[in-house]
Protein backbone atom coordinates (compact mmCIF):
# COMPACT_ATOMS: atom_id res chain seq x y z
CA UNK A 1 0.00 0.00 0.00
CA UNK A 2 1.35 3.35 -0.95
CA UNK A 3 1.65 5.73 2.27
CA UNK A 4 0.39 9.57 1.93
CA UNK A 5 4.45 10.21 2.43
CA UNK A 6 5.23 8.21 0.30
CA UNK A 7 3.10 9.50 -3.05
CA UNK A 8 3.83 13.23 -1.59
CA UNK A 9 7.21 12.54 -2.29
CA UNK A 10 6.63 10.74 -6.01
CA UNK A 11 4.32 13.32 -6.87
CA UNK A 12 6.72 16.02 -5.73
CA UNK A 13 9.79 14.37 -7.50
CA UNK A 14 7.63 13.89 -10.60
CA UNK A 15 6.74 17.64 -11.01
CA UNK A 16 2.69 16.60 -10.29
CA UNK A 17 2.66 19.20 -7.23
CA UNK A 18 3.14 22.67 -7.95
CA UNK A 19 2.94 25.61 -6.04
CA UNK A 20 3.05 29.50 -7.44
CA UNK A 21 2.01 32.35 -8.31
CA UNK A 22 -1.33 32.08 -6.29
CA UNK A 23 -1.68 28.70 -8.03
CA UNK A 24 -1.83 25.21 -6.93
CA UNK A 25 -1.53 22.27 -8.97
CA UNK A 26 -1.79 18.31 -8.37
CA UNK A 27 -1.37 16.31 -11.19
CA UNK A 28 -2.08 19.38 -13.12
CA UNK A 29 -5.56 20.20 -11.39
CA UNK A 30 -5.60 23.33 -10.33
CA UNK A 31 -7.12 23.35 -6.51
CA UNK A 32 -7.71 25.85 -4.07
CA UNK A 33 -7.39 25.10 -0.45
CA UNK A 34 -10.05 26.02 2.31
CA UNK A 35 -10.89 25.62 5.65
CA UNK A 36 -13.29 22.60 6.30
CA UNK A 37 -15.54 25.20 7.78
CA UNK A 38 -16.38 26.86 4.70
CA UNK A 39 -16.53 23.57 3.19
CA UNK A 40 -19.19 22.47 5.71
CA UNK A 41 -21.01 25.66 5.70
CA UNK A 42 -21.56 25.65 2.14
CA UNK A 43 -23.25 22.46 2.24
CA UNK A 44 -25.35 23.37 5.39
CA UNK A 45 -26.56 26.57 3.17
CA UNK A 46 -27.21 24.16 -0.09
CA UNK A 47 -29.49 21.81 2.12
CA UNK A 48 -31.17 24.21 4.82
CA UNK A 49 -32.34 25.76 1.08
CA UNK A 50 -32.80 23.21 -0.86
CA UNK A 51 -33.07 19.60 1.35
CA UNK A 52 -32.16 16.33 -0.28
CA UNK A 53 -32.44 17.87 -3.83
CA UNK A 54 -29.65 20.18 -2.28
CA UNK A 55 -27.40 16.70 -1.29
CA UNK A 56 -28.18 15.54 -4.83
CA UNK A 57 -26.44 19.11 -6.11
CA UNK A 58 -23.58 18.65 -3.84
CA UNK A 59 -23.07 15.09 -4.62
CA UNK A 60 -23.56 15.95 -8.55
CA UNK A 61 -20.49 18.14 -7.62
CA UNK A 62 -18.29 16.05 -6.03
CA UNK A 63 -18.75 13.63 -9.11
CA UNK A 64 -17.40 16.18 -11.54
CA UNK A 65 -13.60 15.98 -9.52
CA UNK A 66 -14.17 12.73 -8.84
CA UNK A 67 -14.53 11.87 -12.64
CA UNK A 68 -11.59 14.66 -13.66
CA UNK A 69 -9.24 13.26 -10.81
CA UNK A 70 -9.31 9.62 -12.25
CA UNK A 71 -9.10 10.57 -15.91
CA UNK A 72 -6.00 12.74 -15.04
CA UNK A 73 -4.26 10.21 -12.52
CA UNK A 74 -4.98 7.63 -15.39
CA UNK A 75 -2.90 9.58 -17.56
CA UNK A 76 -0.12 10.92 -15.14
CA UNK A 77 0.36 7.65 -13.50
CA UNK A 78 -0.67 5.32 -15.79
CA UNK A 79 -2.57 3.20 -13.41
CA UNK A 80 -6.37 1.57 -13.62
CA UNK A 81 -8.45 -1.06 -12.72
CA UNK A 82 -7.93 -1.47 -8.68
CA UNK A 83 -4.45 -0.23 -8.44
CA UNK A 84 -6.00 3.08 -9.56
CA UNK A 85 -9.06 2.77 -6.63
CA UNK A 86 -6.14 1.84 -3.95
CA UNK A 87 -3.95 4.58 -5.01
CA UNK A 88 -6.60 7.03 -5.40
CA UNK A 89 -8.08 6.31 -2.01
CA UNK A 90 -4.55 6.12 -0.10
CA UNK A 91 -2.97 8.38 -1.58
CA UNK A 92 -4.23 11.05 -3.84
CA UNK A 93 -7.21 11.63 -1.48
CA UNK A 94 -5.61 11.65 1.51
CA UNK A 95 -3.16 13.82 0.68
CA UNK A 96 -5.40 16.77 -0.23
CA UNK A 97 -7.33 16.15 3.26
CA UNK A 98 -10.22 14.09 2.89
CA UNK A 99 -9.75 11.55 5.23
CA UNK A 100 -8.24 8.24 6.03
CA UNK A 101 -9.75 6.66 3.25
CA UNK A 102 -9.65 2.66 1.93
CA UNK A 103 -11.30 0.18 -0.23
CA UNK A 104 -13.43 -2.35 1.51
CA UNK A 105 -13.96 -4.21 -1.84
CA UNK A 106 -13.83 -3.91 -5.30
CA UNK A 107 -15.72 -6.16 -8.14
CA UNK A 108 -14.21 -4.88 -11.59
CA UNK A 109 -16.46 -6.82 -13.04
CA UNK A 110 -19.84 -6.18 -11.28
CA UNK A 111 -18.86 -2.78 -10.95
CA UNK A 112 -19.29 -2.90 -7.77
CA UNK A 113 -17.03 -1.28 -4.76
CA UNK A 114 -16.91 -0.42 -1.15
CA UNK A 115 -15.16 2.31 0.66
CA UNK A 116 -14.80 3.19 4.36
CA UNK A 117 -13.60 6.64 4.77
CA UNK A 118 -12.63 7.56 8.61
CA UNK A 119 -12.28 11.32 9.94
CA UNK A 120 -13.91 12.86 6.65
CA UNK A 121 -14.03 16.38 6.76
CA UNK A 122 -17.44 16.64 6.25
CA UNK A 123 -18.38 14.87 8.95
CA UNK A 124 -17.17 17.54 12.01
CA UNK A 125 -20.62 17.77 13.39
CA UNK A 126 -23.68 15.97 14.25
CA UNK A 127 -26.59 16.10 11.80
CA UNK A 128 -29.80 14.04 11.22
CA UNK A 129 -28.84 12.15 7.75
CA UNK A 130 -25.54 11.23 6.17
CA UNK A 131 -23.90 14.47 5.14
CA UNK A 132 -20.69 13.61 3.26
CA UNK A 133 -21.97 14.66 -0.20
CA UNK A 134 -19.41 15.80 -1.84
CA UNK A 135 -16.71 13.13 -0.94
CA UNK A 136 -19.48 10.64 -1.98
CA UNK A 137 -19.80 12.37 -5.08
CA UNK A 138 -16.10 12.53 -5.53
CA UNK A 139 -15.63 8.47 -4.66
CA UNK A 140 -18.84 7.75 -7.47
CA UNK A 141 -16.98 10.05 -10.33
CA UNK A 142 -13.70 8.13 -9.38
CA UNK A 143 -15.11 5.01 -9.83
CA UNK A 144 -17.24 5.66 -12.93
CA UNK A 145 -13.94 6.17 -14.67
CA UNK A 146 -12.17 2.92 -13.23
CA UNK A 147 -15.61 0.60 -14.19
CA UNK A 148 -16.16 2.43 -17.44
CA UNK A 149 -19.83 2.23 -16.56
CA UNK A 150 -22.54 4.62 -14.86
CA UNK A 151 -22.44 4.20 -11.32
CA UNK A 152 -23.65 6.19 -8.12
CA UNK A 153 -22.57 5.71 -4.90
CA UNK A 154 -25.18 5.98 -1.26
CA UNK A 155 -23.38 6.34 1.99
CA UNK A 156 -24.44 4.03 4.25
CA UNK A 157 -22.91 5.55 7.84
CA UNK A 158 -21.61 8.60 8.41
CA UNK A 159 -19.77 9.84 11.46
CA UNK A 160 -22.04 12.82 11.68
CA UNK A 161 -24.30 10.18 12.36
CA UNK A 162 -22.40 9.01 15.36
CA UNK A 163 -20.81 5.81 13.40
CA UNK A 164 -16.84 5.19 14.11
CA UNK A 165 -16.47 6.27 10.04
CA UNK A 166 -18.80 6.89 6.68
CA UNK A 167 -18.95 4.06 4.61
CA UNK A 168 -19.69 4.61 0.93
CA UNK A 169 -21.52 1.66 -1.50
CA UNK A 170 -21.19 1.94 -5.12
CA UNK A 171 -23.18 -0.09 -7.87
CA UNK A 172 -24.48 0.24 -11.51
CA UNK A 173 -26.73 3.15 -11.51
CA UNK A 174 -29.64 1.06 -13.11
CA UNK A 175 -28.66 -1.54 -9.88
CA UNK A 176 -30.45 1.32 -7.20
CA UNK A 177 -33.75 0.85 -6.55
CA UNK A 178 -35.79 4.12 -5.95
CA UNK A 179 -37.84 3.14 -3.36
CA UNK A 180 -34.86 2.56 -0.71
CA UNK A 181 -34.71 5.38 1.75
CA UNK A 182 -31.45 6.36 1.27
CA UNK A 183 -31.49 6.36 -2.45
CA UNK A 184 -34.41 8.51 -2.19
CA UNK A 185 -31.97 11.10 0.00
CA UNK A 186 -29.40 10.51 -1.64
CA UNK A 187 -29.78 10.12 -5.55
CA UNK A 188 -30.92 12.00 -8.12
CA UNK A 189 -33.99 10.04 -9.01
CA UNK A 190 -34.34 10.75 -12.90
CA UNK A 191 -31.08 9.73 -13.84
CA UNK A 192 -31.82 5.92 -12.22
CA UNK A 193 -34.83 6.18 -14.16
CA UNK A 194 -32.69 7.28 -16.97
CA UNK A 195 -30.16 4.07 -16.75
CA UNK A 196 -32.58 1.39 -16.12
CA UNK A 197 -34.57 2.40 -19.41
CA UNK A 198 -31.28 1.94 -20.96
CA UNK A 199 -30.43 -1.43 -19.31
CA UNK A 200 -30.33 -4.14 -22.07
CA UNK A 201 -33.05 -6.42 -21.37
ZN1 LIG B 1 -19.97 10.91 6.33
Do not use: H
Given at each position: MMGIGT??????????????????????????NT????????????????????????????KVGGVELAKTMGKVMGLS????????????????????????????????????VEDSPLSLKRYKKAFCHVERGQIAGAMEIIFNHKVDAIEIRCKSLGHHFCQFE??????????????????????????KKKRPK
Open positions: IFKKFLLARQIEMEKGRISIVGIRSASTSTLISIQEEVIKTLGDEGAKLLYNAGGLKMAESLATGCTQMMGWGIVSVIKCDLKACTASFKIKPTEEFDSNDKLVREQLPADDIIKA
